[in-house]
């Protein structure tokens, strides 16, 4: 039984990304290099660390699975771990891509009142979201390979189509049945 495992890599995947603005920052109206460099320090840390973590997990699951016989109930479980975590991941991306466009905007009308800090600002917006990209793909590679670990364990999926185009593929990973 693989429940110990799940239950393990399941408690590590609930932990979130730290917040790429800070409220204290933005209650005392501005975020300066020095605060924005250490937002992006901390974001960078803890996509070291998350990812770290997720290999470890991932590896404990393979060896639990691949020491004992995996049940259909062990997949079921792994499957419901597969579709929290790229919901998750979809929404994560989600908030990115709209807080992405909000400061582009903002920038936008910044540039004409104050054009310098409006170029420092993007400099250092582009960092933080460089880091927050960076947590949106560490989750989806992890998805990946969950899935290819799920695959390598179930009978059932040792056929399937071949895929020559990688948007195709792409779409059959993210079905809820991959």
């Known amino acids: 039984m693989i429940d110990a495992a799940l239950i393990d890599l399941t408690h590590h995947l609930s932990r979130q990304p730290p917040a790429i603005v800070s409220p204290s920052l933005v209650a005392r109206g501005g975020v300066t290099a020095r605060a924005s460099e250490r937002l992006v ?3 960078e840390r803890w996509n070291a660390d998350w990812a770290r973590d997720a ?3 991932v590896e404990a699951l393979r060896v ?8 259909a109930r062990d997949l079921h479980q792994l499957d419901r771990l597969i579709d929290l975590l790229a919901d998750q991941t979809d929404a994560q991306a989600s908030t990115f891509r709209n807080l992405e466009k909000r400061t582009r905007r903002f920038l936008k009308r910044m540039k004409v009142f104050a054009p310098d800090d ?3 600002l993007a400099a250092e917006r582009d960092r933080l979201f460089a880091a927050y990209a960076r947590s949106c793909l560490i989750r989806f590679e992890l998805v990946m390979a969950l899935r290819a670990l799920r695959a390598s364990h179930d009978p059932a999926s040792r056929s399937g189509p071949v895929f020559t185009d990688p948007t195709t593929l792409e779409e059959y990973l993210r079905a809820p049945a991959a």
Do not use: I, N, S
């Open 41 to 43: 320090r901390d974001a």
């Open 55 to 57: 290999e470890t997990q």
């Open 118 to 120: 409006a170029t420092r």
């Open 64 to 71: 639990r699975l691949d020491a004992e016989p995996v049940a």
